[in-house]
């Protein structure tokens, strides 16, 4: 279940060049599903979304970013964009689309 695959990520403190921890701005991006999925995490909140993405075409969905784990719906997301958006450009280097 979805849910518990986010509640592991939130609780792994793992460190790798393709995860963002960013604990000044309180956030942690990472790639999961084999590059089909972000997993977005408020490290002040503990709140955490997994979002569509196709990292192979440099799209992120941004239409499925919509509720956090708590189904609590998502008010700051162009800002959440905006984070996502400077992880690609910064640890994929990539120019994200966002559909």
């Known amino acids: 279940m979805e849910i518990e695959y986010i509640n592991e990520l939130k609780n792994d403190v793992t460190e790798g060049l393709m995860i963002q921890n960013n604990k000044n701005l309180g956030y942690k991006i990472r790639?999961?599903?084999r590059g089909e999925g972000l997993f977005y995490h408020n490290l002040i909140t503990n709140k955490a979304f997994i979002c569509d993405i196709q990292i192979r075409d440099s799209i992120i969905f941004a239409k499925s970013i919509k509720r956090w784990d708590d189904k609590t719906l998502i008010a700051n997301?162009?800002?959440?964009?905006?984070?996502i958006k400077n992880y690609f450009l910064d640890y994929q280097k990539i120019v994200p689309k966002f559909i």
């Open 31 to 33: 790639i999961v599903y």
């Open 77 to 83: 997301k162009e800002e959440i964009l905006e984070h």
